[in-house]
Every structure is written in C-alpha cells, then in structure tokens.
C-alpha cells in the first residue's frame, strides 16, 4: 500500500503502516549520522529543534553554500545498522516517528519501534541525487562543527520516497521476513540439487533402480 504522510506524523498514522507498505513524506527531516547520535544519546546534548513527529534520514549530505542559502546536490542513504546502539534513545529523546536509511537494523531498534511508535523505513541506495531533488529547501544546520556529512541539517522535504517500511510497530519486520524466505528457498534448492544429483550416475540402469528406491 503507498501512503503519503505530512509532518509532524501521528502515532496513530504511524501505528497503521505495515512492514511492506510504501511511502513519501513531505515536512521536516533532518539528516543525521554516527556523530550525531553520539553527541544526542552519550553527550546528552539535546539540539534545539522540536523534532516530535519529524522524519529522521541516516545519510551523509553533500551540500554546497550559496551566500546565506544551502544547495543539496547530493543525499543518498548511509547504512542504517551503524545507529543501531542509539537509535531507540534517539528516538525516545527526539520523538521521531520515521527512520529512514539502507539496509535494516537490530533487535533493539525493533523493540523501541513497538513500545514507542516509531518505524524505519528503507530507500533505495544508488538515487543520491534523486533525493536531494526531494528537499526543497535547507532550513538549518546544527553542529556543524562535526563537518558535513556528521552535522545535523535540517530540512523542508517534500514526497521524499519512495520509502519502504522495513520494521514496523506490530512488531513486522520485512528484511528479517525476507532472510527467513531466503534461506528457506535455498535449503530447498539444495535438497533438490542433492536429490537430483544422487541419481545422475553413470549407467543409466543403475540410476533407475537407485532412483526407484528413494
């Protein structure tokens, strides 16, 4: 199902998506990496923003200054799993309801997803420049003194998507469904494979009787 959202985002319309579900979101989202998850969650350094029901993006922008305004030229997704050890307190600091990056992430994301009402969600790696045509405008930067890709800039975006919902709050997780599928496929065709080729023997009488057998 592809939904579209606005910010500030609801729990409520957080709580009604499903692992699957597609979406773009128009508002506010604010970029934010490693560093800056450090600084928020070790540091207890709280930046001045109200970001209840904002949308979150794990990337590292590339951004060139024009006089006082920011052009994005670039924003593609930086992998998700590297916020895995502060994402739930981000998120319960903050009040995002929207995680945003490649790739999945862990068990404790999970679980903070469920009891807080937040989601992550995936797009797609590859289209850095097609996100940044999503942004419309820059509307600040803080801690800029991490450099570019760690500062935390934030931004007017608007139907930034696609946006696959990777975790959900009913506790719908979409990557570790499609590990779970995978690896089922490949027991599978390797149990074929082991059957098949147990009959492929020389003679093809032998084979036939062999074969009858199983």
């Not at 959202?5 to 957080?14: G, M, N, R």
């Not at 597609?22 to 604010?30: H, P």
């Not at 931004?155 to 998507?161: L, Q, T």
């Not at 997780?173 to 147990?198: D, P, V």
Request: hydrophobic share 35%; proline share 4%.
């Amino acid at each position: 199902m592809v939904k579209y959202l606005k910010t500030p985002i609801s729990e409520a319309e957080i709580r009604a998506l499903q692992a699957g579900d597609t979406v773009y979101v128009s508002g506010l989202m604010v970029t934010a990496r490693d560093d800056a998850h450090k600084r928020l969650v070790c540091e207890g350094i709280i930046p001045e923003i109200d970001l209840k029901g904002a949308v979150l993006y794990h990337a590292g922008p590339i951004i060139e200054r024009q006089g006082d305004a920011y052009n994005v030229l670039a924003c593609g997704p930086t992998t998700s799993m590297r916020m895995e050890p502060f994402e739930a307190e981000f998120a319960e600091k903050t009040g995002i309801r929207l995680a945003v990056g490649k790739g999945g992430m862990g068990e404790k994301t999970a679980a903070a997803c469920v009891g807080l009402g937040f989601v992550h969600g995936i797009y797609p790696g590859g289209c850095a420049v097609t996100a940044a045509e999503s942004i419309i405008k820059v509307k600040q930067v803080i801690w800029e003194d991490l450099g570019m890709p760690e500062a935390m800039w934030v931004y007017e975006a608007e139907n930034f998507g696609p946006i696959t919902i990777n975790i959900d709050t009913k506790g719908g997780n979409l990557m570790e469904r499609q590990k779970k599928e995978y690896r089922e496929r490949a027991e599978r065709a390797q149990r074929a494979e082991r059957t098949e080729s147990g009959c492929l023997l020389r003679s093809p009488e032998t084979a036939k009787k062999r074969c009858k057998k199983r």
